[in-house]
């Protein structure tokens, strides 16, 4: 266990995680039975996916136990676990005792790091009540040089009265690894330009462009950030007030040269960037997710009763946008996402829509077969739901039905199909 981090987590039942092990030494034995395939493997491994019926826990540590080679290694793990709101849900258990259901998380959080590729990043969705604790836990657990961003999602538009402050949102804590070198693994968001935001009024050849201010905050610059311009039209500007340019005299001139500042159609403005939109980046992620962009709760039971118009609505699936933002910053078309609390199959669903593989694991045999399978077999199907347009998905790929048995019996665990899975 890295003992990287200053602050340490106590509950009743952590001192057993306290040994060099942090716990996985209690390592039951577990193996995987492959009990059903679904669609077609023609696409190959590439959109295939691996759907565990089991504890979350002993099927981690099986994975992990397989030989390095064979050992899948996600690049996103994404975990949704129960909140322990204490609210009695048909669908599975979420009331626990706190100190119960730290260790359950801590165990599995252990597990899961354990797995997660070493340019990975692994996503805790949380609410209010339970952040704090996962927070520091995941400090402990993966280092706090790991810890990237607490997302907030805003998972309801509409008041909520029940509690003395409506609580309106959840957090995503997002660690990898990698800590700051992530940035360079991690993808950027597509850029939501209003439609007027290009045009090219100078027919400049490097086509439709946009422009940006040239002025930064003084207090960071250097002394070569502080001078004067003169325009086209003679006019002499100096950066207002407490501000800089953001380029060197030199570095604006270089500008200047590749035709990359515009004063305006008279020559007289104050100096300003153009940004050509066939250069122009994706929008860096930042932590504030609103329903508007990634959906809310309302949507996700939208898209269940739309899958399964039959059944009870399962109480807590997420949005596939939301998920999608997720796979989407975290992993590239081919890579393996892995959710340990699967629940409907939203984070498979969304995976396979999205050209990723995946493994998603759920303990509940009863959501497996009247949620999980039958909503993975729609999406092989070509279902058109969700983010089935965004994604242009017209359906394709297979995946494994397999089972996770535990044997509780010391020795090496047996390697299963899911062997072939990475
Ligand atoms: C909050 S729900 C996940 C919802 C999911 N993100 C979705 O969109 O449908 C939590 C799920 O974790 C499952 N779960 C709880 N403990 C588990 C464990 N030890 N192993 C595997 N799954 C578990 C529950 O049965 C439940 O389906």
């Known amino acids: 266990m890295p003992a990287r981090s200053p602050a340490s987590l106590r509950w009743a039942g952590r001192a057993q995680f306290d040994a060099p092990q942090g716990g996985r030494e209690s390592a039951t034995v577990a193996t995987l039975k492959r009990s059903r395939s679904y669609g077609s493997r023609a696409a190959g491994e590439s959109l295939r996916g691996q759907l565990i019926e089991g504890d979350s826990l002993p099927a981690m540590r099986l994975l992990g136990a397989l030989p390095e080679d064979e050992r899948p290694r996600p690049k996103l793990i994404y975990l949704d676990p129960p909140f322990n709101t204490g609210e009695p849900f048909a669908h599975y258990r979420d009331r626990y005792e706190q100190s119960d259901w730290l260790s359950m998380m801590w165990e599995r959080l252990v597990a899961a790091a354990d797995l997660l590729a070493d340019d990975g990043s692994i996503w805790v969705h949380c609410d209010d009540r339970g952040q704090a604790y996962l927070r520091v836990m995941l400090d402990e657990i993966l280092g706090r040089d790991a810890f990237i961003a607490s997302v907030v999602w805003q998972r309801r538009y509409s008041r909520e009265n029940r509690r003395a402050i409506g609580a309106v949102h959840d957090y995503i804590h997002v660690f990898a690894p990698l800590g700051k070198g992530w940035k360079e693994v991690r993808n950027r968001l597509e850029r939501d330009d209003p439609p007027n935001h290009w045009s090219n009024p100078d027919k400049d050849p490097r086509g439709p462009w946009s422009s940006v201010s040239l002025v930064a905050q003084g207090g960071h ?20 007030p407490d501000s800089c340019w953001r380029v060197t005299a030199e570095g604006f001139d270089r500008l200047v040269e590749e035709k990359r500042i515009t ?41 269940q009763r739309a899958l399964f118009p039959d059944l009870p609505v399962f109480p807590t699936p997420k949005p596939e946008r939301l998920l999608a933002r997720v796979v989407e910053i975290a992993t590239d078309e081919g890579d393996l996402t892995m959710d340990a609390f699967l629940g409907s199959g939203t984070t498979a669903a969304v995976s396979h829509k999205l050209g990723r593989r995946w493994i998603g694991i759920e303990c509940e045999p009863a959501l497996i077969k009247n949620y999980a399978v039958p909503r993975l077999r729609a999406v092989v199907d070509g279902e058109s739901g969700g983010i089935s347009d965004a994604a242009r998905w017209q359906g394709g790929g297979s995946f494994d039905l397999l089972r996770c048995v535990e044997r509780g019996v010391a020795g090496r665990p047996k390697v299963g199909e899911l062997a072939t899975a990475a």
Request: glycine share 14%.
């Open 263 to 303: 004063f305006g159609g008279g020559g007289g403005n104050v100096p300003r960037r153009k940004v050509f939109r066939s250069e122009a980046k994706g929008l860096v992620p930042w932590t504030w997710w609103t329903h508007r962009e990634v959906g809310h709760n309302e949507e996700a039971r939208r898209e």
């Open 221 to 240: 610059g250097t002394e070569q950030q502080y001078y004067e311009i003169v325009t086209p039209s003679g006019r002499v500007v100096a950066p207002p």
